[in-house]
């Protein structure tokens, strides 16, 4: 609330208050005043009524035998002639009547003597109660109780009654010796007196609206003449903060405040004067300023490059290579969403599509897969256009491209998402021999806040010509890499019928979901659990790899297995583990954990337990002897995960010992054996929907 409303408040609701209580003192001082007057008024009359009554003709009566006699007649004429004389005053009294001291000696107080009003009975007979002479007076209250009249001055009093309340007053007769016989009343009407006194009232509620109004207008009126300079001096102090100096404060120069507006007036030139300074000592440092920002962006931009070039080339699967690819370009542009695509013949196979509008909206799990896509590079398309040029294609609004432009979009995907794209910039992957190997495609940038920007820079552009580069190597080496990774695998397929490319992918894509979620569990560092993953996903591809060892007439045997054939037919771990003994990378380490120890069990009685790999011989006894059992978490976690996945992919699938078995015998087949063959853990978490669902997508993709 402003100082103005306040005052203004607090001055009208003072007077206000001070008015009412005014007012209200004022009319009950003026009501009872009138009252007092009312009070003399009826004790007059009373003595006026009381002089005209002969004392002696009073005194004669002596009960309700004297109604017939000529005093009684008198005093009753008496009395009707002052009534009607009256009636047609302002304040017309309602009874005029003559008491006399009680004859009865059991009771004190007065009788009834004469009384101006007859008072008939429905009958039409006289009310003795009223009218005879010698029936006690009642001036008492309704309940009957007498209220005694000292008679011997004039006086008043409010009385009530079974006909209603009255003033009355009360005058003394005498006889003509001066002696006491009786007394004069006179009844006015209470109510109509008191309804006299509501004008006062009346006249207090307009007094008071009336003041109230002048003492509004008058305090509003004062303090806007009061309050005015200092809110112009407001308003100049807020623009001088806000940085306008020009403005000057006119107030009359005579009064305090117009002391205190010349020093503001001051203040602002000095203030004005400095501004200037600033601004042309500004002016010189803003190309320095803009210069040193615009390297530390470079600086920060190259030292970016330079930490996704070394971390692309950690990463040993192409899958997870593309999937790193595609997220480490949108962080360095932060873009909403990507693609990543590989080139197979004169076709771009869509590989991985990252959205996080469509991740946020709808889910990863509801969101439609459309990987796998294909796009003639020829046809037309804006990514197929970039890897035949092998030139970036950057587009401001993906709906806006000229018809006459040598490449469209395809609006088929946004409407069946709902999503809406528009700045693309599509990038070729590009060898140094300048073979094309896929396209980078990058949605709608956004800036710091998240809001869409117009579009890609040249700047940008540049950077992620560079990406590619990077990106281009790191992909070549992780094809050669799967490529050796596929003839190993194929060797193991060559030997073993069961080892099936659809085998060996589908449990690398088990393991990698199951350590995914195993990671979300436990609350893994993301970075961290992506460069596991990567190696992990290679590792359990070869975890059979070991079975180009076993002869094929163990290997290839329809029947059951001896003793003596499983024991040959379980070196395969120990083969395979030999194979990545050197142990130079984390690839190698986590290649020998798989192949080793894929075949332990959670309780302990898997193999081939606890081993010295490099002092085993390839013998007729190898894997024999007296070997500490290997269990729990002493098992390495990916052996633990590639286990899980081995064992369910081997039950889902047909083998020729066996037909493929239904997802709930397989479900409950896990169940059961947690906690003995497997980590609990791990089932557990296979057995959430959340990652059914995604194994179901898995066992989709890669069927055979």
């Not at 007012?23 to 008024?41: D, H, I």
């Not at 006086?155 to 006491?180: K, M, N, Q, T, V």
């Not at 998240?450 to 094809?479: D, Q, Y």
């Amino acid at each position: 609330m402003k100082l103005r409303t306040k005052i203004k408040c607090a001055t009208v609701l003072t007077a206000v208050v001070a008015i009412a209580v005014l007012c209200v003192a004022s009319s009950w001082f003026a009501r009872e005043r009138f009252k007092g007057l009312m009070e003399l008024q009826v004790r007059a009359v009373a003595l006026t009524v009381a002089a005209g009554v002969r004392g002696e003709a009073l005194a004669s009566l002596t009960g309700p035998e004297s109604i017939d006699t000529a005093d009684y007649a008198e005093l009753n004429h008496y009395l009707r002639r002052v009534q009607i004389q009256n009636s047609a005053s302002d304040y017309p009294f309602h009874f005029v009547y003559l008491i006399v001291p009680t004859r009865h000696a059991s009771t004190t107080g007065f009788d009834f003597a004469v009384d101006s009003c007859e008072r008939l009975l429905a009958s039409g007979a006289v009310n003795p109660e009223w009218d005879a002479p010698g029936v006690p007076y009642n001036a008492s209250s309704p309940d009957g109780q007498p209220a005694l009249i000292d008679g011997r001055q004039d006086s008043a009093r409010y009385l009530h009654d079974r006909l209603g309340e009255w003033l009355s007053g009360y005058a003394p007769i005498r006889a003509a010796d001066g002696s006491f016989v009786g007394l004069a009343g006179v009844d006015i009407d209470h109510q109509r007196i008191l309804s006299q006194l509501d004008w006062l009232w009346l006249l207090a509620v307009a007094v008071a609206l009336v003041l109230s109004a002048l003492v509004y207008f008058t305090v509003d009126r004062l303090v806007d003449r009061f309050l005015r300079p200092i809110e112009r001096m407001g308003a100049f102090v807020r623009e001088v903060g806000a940085g306008k100096f020009d403005g000057r404060l006119n107030l009359d120069p005579r009064t305090e405040l117009g002391e205190v507006g010349a020093e503001l007036n001051a203040m602002a030139e000095s203030l004005g004067d400095r501004e200037r300074l600033a601004q042309q000592n500004s002016a010189l440092t803003i190309d320095n300023s803009a210069l040193t920002i615009d390297v530390r962006r470079k600086h920060k931009t190259l030292a970016a490059i330079s930490d996704v070039d070394a971390n692309l080339h950690e990463v040993q699967d192409l899958d997870t290579l593309l999937e790193r690819i595609l997220s480490d370009a949108r962080k360095l542009l932060d873009c909403d969403a990507g693609s990543v695509m590989i080139r197979e013949g004169n076709d771009l196979v869509l590989k991985y599509v990252q959205n996080s509008t469509l991740e946020t909206e709808v889910g990863t799990q509801n969101r439609p897969d459309i990987r796998g896509t294909r796009i003639l590079v020829n046809g037309g398309s804006i990514a197929g256009y970039a890897a035949s040029t092998g030139k970036p294609i950057e587009v401001a609004d993906a709906y806006e491209i000229p018809s006459d432009s040598p490449y469209h979009f395809n609006r088929s995907v946004d409407e069946a998402s709902g999503y809406r794209t528009r700045a693309i910039l599509a990038l070729p992957l590009r060898t140094s021999a300048g073979k094309n190997v896929g396209v980078l495609q990058l949605l709608n940038p956004q800036d710091e806040s998240r809001a869409p920007r117009a579009g890609f820079t040249p700047a940008e552009v540049a950077t992620m010509t560079h990406f590619g580069t990077m990106a281009t190597i790191a992909i070549e080496r992780a094809e050669l890499t799967r490529a050796l990774v596929l003839r190993m695998t194929e060797m193991a397929e060559m030997r073993d019928p069961a080892e099936t490319f659809g085998h060996i992918t589908r449990v690398a894509q088990y393991a990698v979901v199951l350590f995914d979620a195993w990671c979300r569990h436990r609350r893994v560092d993301p970075v961290e659990a992506q460069r596991q993953r990567d190696v992990l996903r290679i590792a359990a591809m070869l975890h059979d790899v070991g079975k180009v060892g076993i002869p094929d007439a163990v290997l290839n045997k329809p029947g059951r297995l001896t003793a003596e054939e499983y024991s040959v037919m379980q070196r395969h771990c120990v083969i395979g583990a030999r194979l990545f003994s050197d142990n130079v990378s984390v690839l190698d380490l986590a290649c020998f954990d798989v192949a080793l120890h894929h075949h332990e069990r959670w309780d302990g009685g898997g193999y081939p337990g606890v081993v010295n790999v490099v002092k085993l011989a390839v013998s007729s006894d190898e894997g024999q002897g007296d070997v500490a059992p290997m269990k729990g978490e002493a098992i390495p976690l990916f052996s633990r995960i590639v286990s899980v996945a081995d064992v369910f992919d081997a039950l889902s699938s047909k083998r020729q010992y066996k037909e493929a078995w239904p997802e709930p015998r397989v479900i409950a087949e896990m169940r059961i054996n947690a906690g003995r063959q497997f980590d609990p853990e791990l089932i557990e978490i296979l057995l959430e929907s959340s990652t059914l669902d995604q194994f179901r997508a898995v066992a989709a993709r890669y069927p055979g």
